[in-house]
């Protein structure tokens, strides 16, 4: 009984000690990401690599939710650490927003073609 139960202390505290990732920029890392936006166009860097769709109001079990549609138009972010990076952009922009990215329609043609 004893080793159960220092097994589940144990358990307790290593699941205690376990944090998860903020996706919110700090002010310092917003500055320094070369994220901005100009229009609904999503610029890394001064290009534009993503573009908002689409802002819509959802009203849902008595709460009110904005949904924030975003397309990717340049495929090189759509590796998960550069869609990551983007992710927590639009969430630092829009924390009370439920953000999605699709790719651009043409997105697998423009990767084979290069």
């Keep these: 009984m004893k080793p159960l139960l220092i097994l589940v202390l144990m358990s307790v505290l290593f699941s205690s000690c376990v944090t998860t990732e903020s996706f919110t920029f700090t002010e310092e890392e917003m500055k320094n990401s070369g994220f901005s936006e100009q229009g609904w166009s999503i610029l890394k860097d001064g290009k534009a690599i ?3 769709e ?6 849902f079990e008595e709460k009110l939710y904005q949904e924030i549609s975003v397309t990717l138009i340049d495929y090189q972010y759509s ?11 639009i969430h ?23």
């Design 50 to 52: 993503a573009k908002i």
């Design 54 to 59: 689409s802002m819509e109001w959802e009203f």
């Design 79 to 89: 590796n998960y650490d550069e869609m990551k990076m983007l992710m927590k952009y």
């Design 92 to 114: 630092t922009k829009h924390p009370k927003s439920k953000i999605e990215i699709n790719e651009d329609p043409h997105f697998k043609e423009n990767q084979d073609g290069e």
